[in-house]
């Protein structure tokens, strides 16, 4: 790019797969008769994730910086194994945008963000 142009490029590899199973140490207990049962653990089956990010900042204008960018996050599970408490079984995508202006003796800077995913 040029001097007051900026690209930036990530990728992000996260071995979830290695995860097996949530391990649950504890038992419910029954408080009619007392008796006790186990909690089982939970499988998971999660895939690694994979994150692809790029961003870009420029500074051409005098005194200010503005910048945006894009994040695609692979879903670590399908539809078939996710649960209400864990990850979601779609893809995630995560916009962004912000500005900011610099002044004498301070500087102001403000973002925002956008962020859903598909399944």
Known sequence: ?????KLAL????TEYS?????????ALRNPVDGSTTDIADVTL???????????????????WTLGGGYSL????????NTG???????NFHHFYA?????FQSFRIDGG??????IS
């Open 1 to 5: 790019m040029t001097k007051e142009n």
């Open 10 to 13: 990530e990728y992000t590899w």
């Open 18 to 26: 290695s995860n097996e199973r949530l391990h649950i140490n504890g």
């Open 45 to 63: 089956r999660w895939h690694d994730m994979h994150d692809f990010k790029f961003g870009w900042v420029n500074t051409s204008i005098e005194s």
């Open 73 to 80: 996050t692979l879903p670590v599970t399908d539809r078939k």
């Open 84 to 90: 209400p408490t864990f990850a979601g079984p779609g």
């Open 98 to 102: 912000g500005a900011g202006k610099e």
């Open 112 to 117: 925002v963000e956008y962020y859903f995913g």
